[in-house]
């Protein structure tokens, strides 16, 4: 019998054989968001790891900030395509509960489109112990603005059988090594075709681990929404999206 705990495992592991697809399709994150997530810190530049970075999505932004980013992932294929794409960054193999970074030498972790997939009850301290004091921990999502009707329809239209509408739980809970979470929503956007979007949906755990036979069908199901729909039928268009970020700053002493 597959239980939760092993459909979450699958959907967990699930991306690094899509690399390549998951590079190219996924959208990255406002410059806005990175500098609200650091500004706990004062003036940069800052030593930041990027945890679960995935393909770089985050790094990108990091580095084009002018920060020095240390990225840590623990799939070899994802790691790989992050360095590369973003050579200028150090890529280190690591996970959220074992961060290969010595004690109190960074300045901010920064969590991309993964936080869900932590331990929390190990995770955070290890990130606490990773920190200087008065460092920060940000965890960011992108997601539909579903305030946008055709966007909301979409986001029914494109569930599989696997999709969970409660998977990431609490986004990021309280602990006393830090401050108690903040948030803020950032308007943005990705520039897509009814094909791309398509593909994009297609690097999402939830269709990653379906059969074929169920893929085909609900891609077909994407793809028909989309050509029916004026603001996506022909060429580009900006698919709206909201990235939450949330913030914390750790307490402990030196």
């Given at each position: 019998?597959?239980?939760?705990?092993?459909?979450?495992?699958?959907?967990?592991?699930?991306?690094?054989?899509?690399?390549?697809?998951?590079?190219?399709?996924?959208?990255?994150?406002?410059?806005?968001?990175?500098?609200?997530?650091?500004?706990?810190?004062?003036?940069?530049?800052h030593?930041?790891?990027?945890?679960?970075?995935?393909?770089?999505?985050?790094?990108?932004?990091?580095?084009?900030?002018?920060?020095?980013?240390?990225?840590?992932?623990?799939?070899?294929?994802?790691?790989?395509?992050?360095?590369?794409r973003?050579?200028?960054?150090?890529?280190?193999?690591?996970?959220?509960?074992?961060?290969?970074?010595?004690?109190?030498?960074?300045?901010?972790?920064?969590?991309?489109?993964?936080?869900?997939?932590?331990?929390?009850?190990?995770?955070?301290p290890?990130?606490?112990?990773?920190?200087?004091?008065?460092?920060?921990?940000?965890?960011?999502?992108?997601?539909?603005?579903?305030?946008?009707?055709?966007?909301?329809?979409?986001?029914?239209?494109?569930?599989?059988?696997?999709?969970?509408?409660?998977?990431?739980?609490?986004?990021?809970?309280?602990?006393?090594?830090?401050?108690?979470?903040?948030?803020?929503?950032?308007?943005?956007?990705?520039?897509?075709?009814?094909?791309?979007?398509?593909?994009?949906?297609?690097?999402?755990?939830?269709?990653?681990?379906?059969?074929?036979?169920?893929?085909?069908?609900?891609?077909?199901?994407?793809?028909?929404?989309?050509?029916?729909?004026?603001?996506?039928?022909?060429?580009?268009?900006?698919?709206?999206?909201?990235?939450?970020?949330?913030?914390?700053?750790?307490?402990?002493?030196?």
């Amino acid at each position: 019998m597959v239980t939760g705990d092993d459909l979450r495992a699958r959907r967990a592991h699930s991306f690094g054989a899509h690399a390549s697809a998951y590079a190219e399709h996924r959208p990255d994150y406002p410059i806005e968001a990175i500098r609200w997530a650091l500004e706990p810190l004062g003036e940069g530049p800052h030593h930041v790891v990027d945890l679960a970075a995935g393909t770089g999505k985050l790094t990108g932004g990091l580095l084009a900030e002018g920060h020095q980013v240390t990225a840590v992932e623990p799939d070899e294929g994802m790691l790989s395509e992050l360095v590369r794409r973003h050579g200028p960054a150090r890529a280190l193999p690591g996970s959220a509960e074992r961060i290969p970074v010595p004690d109190g030498t960074v300045d901010a972790v920064l969590v991309g489109q993964a936080f869900h997939w932590f331990d929390p009850e190990r995770a955070l301290p290890e990130i606490a112990r990773v920190l200087r004091p008065g460092g920060v921990v940000a965890a960011m999502w992108n997601g539909d603005d579903v305030t946008v009707p055709w966007v909301a329809e979409f986001g029914e239209v494109s569930t599989s059988s696997v999709s969970v509408k409660d998977l990431h739980g609490d986004w990021m809970p309280t602990h006393e090594l830090f401050t108690v979470p903040t948030e803020r929503l950032f308007k943005h956007t990705h520039r897509r075709t009814a094909e791309s979007l398509v593909a994009t949906i297609n690097t999402h755990s939830h269709v990653l681990v379906i059969s074929e036979d169920e893929r085909d069908e609900l891609n077909a199901r994407m793809l028909a929404f989309l050509k029916s729909r004026p603001e996506t039928a022909e060429g580009e268009f900006d698919y709206p999206l909201m990235t939450l970020v949330k913030r914390m700053v750790c307490t402990k002493t030196a």
